[in-house]
């Protein structure tokens, strides 16, 4: 009988003084965070009013200066330019607000149309 409860005392004591093992790599992120798994490009939102309609709104980014050089014309507010870099100055100042954008596809010589309208 007492050798029962000795080794029943040495047994709790080795569990419970025993070192963890299973969580070896402390500090080291299991799960990836929201940035790492989230779309870069694209933005999704859902929204249901209140008479139960949803409502779904998609926006996109868009890059209107990787085209090949010589392949485009912007219009800024009906006046042409070719200059990617002007083009990007006068919508890079501050308080630009874009009014509309529109993208033509290439016509038959491989040029293409950007119109942009800003205050």
Known sequence: MKARIV???LFAFG???C???SQSQKG???L???DQIRQKEREIDDYINQDGMAQITQKD???LFNYPSGTVTYLLNGKPSSDIQYV???LSRKGRII???SIHRPDQHGKRLIEIKYE
């Open 19 to 21: 070192p963890a093992f």
């Open 28 to 30: 080291q992120q299991l």
């Open 88 to 90: 990007k100055r006068v």
């Open 32 to 34: 990836p965070s929201y």
């Open 7 to 9: 080794f029943a005392l």
């Open 61 to 63: 980014s868009v890059n």
């Open 15 to 17: 569990l419970t003084h």
């Open 99 to 101: 009014e509309s954008l």
